[in-house]
């Protein structure tokens, strides 16, 4: 599922690829995907506009076209940005393509079209989009943090993966970020004391930055991502046989040695 890394990697893509062209075509090839606007609408809107600088809030992606629309994109559990050349085999899951003015093409790729694409045609628009999401995980401070989860009674997992109190985890990311902090994910929120929380998003900073320059949640042998679907999974710092559970709906994985309290 994409997270924020993954998202920063796609804006990276989009940056890359298609900042400062024009976008020449749009072809809809799965109006699924669209929310709130139809195919020709997408495509009046867009062609014969220069996009530019991307900006990424959460797992929400915005590629702007200047002093023009905003299209709004979200990747669900299966979606990816690509940049390609047109002549490039069309794939499956390639719901909407954008030919550029320098000839490249960008694809959104969904295979389950749980999310998609919207179109925002000012800045108010956006900040409707986005007005449920928190701070942005990358970006937000230490007292926003520190704030925000002594305010939830839940679980500290839950909170976590709750957009509109921070924006951009999810499961996999969580997990991680609680085991090296030495948390149990089924902790309350608001009964983490100061030095917990200031830990937590020490960590939480610490496995972005990591997983940003990866492009992904590595599936490393230090990581406990490396080996939550092992099927005997066991913790990579202790050696402890690591527990699995739900929370919220979601798999858990933590260790009860490394992470004893609840």
Known sequence: MPELPDVEGF???????????????????????????????????????????PERHGK???????DGPTVLLHFGMTGRLVCGDPDDAVEPHDRVLFTLSDGR?????????????????????????????GP????????????????????????????SVLAGLGNLLADEILWRARLRPDSRASDLAQADRRRLYTHMRRTL?????????????????????????????????????????????WCPRCQPNG
């Open 11 to 53: 804006r990276r893509v989009l940056e890359t690829c298609a900042t400062g062209r024009v976008i020449r075509r749009v072809v809809v090839r799965d109006a699924g995907v669209l929310h709130g606007i139809g195919p020709r609408g997408l495509r009046d809107a867009l062609e014969g506009r220069r996009l530019t600088e």
């Open 60 to 66: 929400w992606l915005l590629a702007h076209t200047g």
């Open 105 to 133: 093409q960008l694809r959104y790729r969904d295979q389950r079209k749980l999310q998609g694409l919207w179109l925002a045609h000012d800045d108010r628009e956006v900040a409707r989009r986005l007005e449920r999401q």
């Open 136 to 163: 942005d995980a990358l970006a937000v401070s230490r007292e926003e943090f520190e704030t925000a989860l002594a305010a939830r009674r839940g679980h500290v997992k839950t909170a976590l993966t709750d957009q």
């Open 209 to 253: 930055r990591d997983a940003v320059a990866a492009g992904c949640v590595p599936p490393r042998g230090s990581w406990l991502t490396g080996h939550r679907d092992d099927p005997d999974p066991t913790c990579p710092r202790c050696g402890s046989h690591l527990r699995r559970s739900r929370m919220a709906g979601r798999g858990t994985v």
